[in-house]
């Protein structure tokens, strides 16, 4: 019996093992490959739509964050008024630089304005 485990056991382990051993581009394929999927649009940095011109992680955070809850759910967590205006300016409080808190800012509004 408890040879029967050790085995079941090793090849349990060696069933994990084996299986973690694929590729390391995760679930986008990989980038380097003609027709690779492109499953994280929107949320990467470096698929940010070229018109607003802001690709940058500050922006990409901000909107992701103004997207997940309505209006009203976003300014009782940030205790400020039901405005984009008040909840932009609590994602825009939360970046070091002038330069990012202006990107926070503007992502947390297009989120908000649905863009």
Known sequence: MSRA?????????????????????????????????NQTAGQDTNSQPQAGGLKTPAYTA?????SLYPLSEL??????KATPDAVAKAY????????????????CLDALNNK
């Open 62 to 66: 901000a909107h992701n964050a103004c």
């Open 5 to 37: 485990f050790v085995l079941l056991s090793l090849l349990t382990v060696l069933g994990f093992a084996v299986a973690g051993c694929g590729t390391s581009y995760g679930p986008g394929g990989n980038p380097n490959q003609q027709g690779a999927g």
């Open 92 to 107: 825009e409080a939360g970046e070091t630089t002038k330069v990012g808190k202006k990107q926070a800012y503007q992502g």
């Open 75 to 80: 300014a009782r967590q940030n205790n400020v």
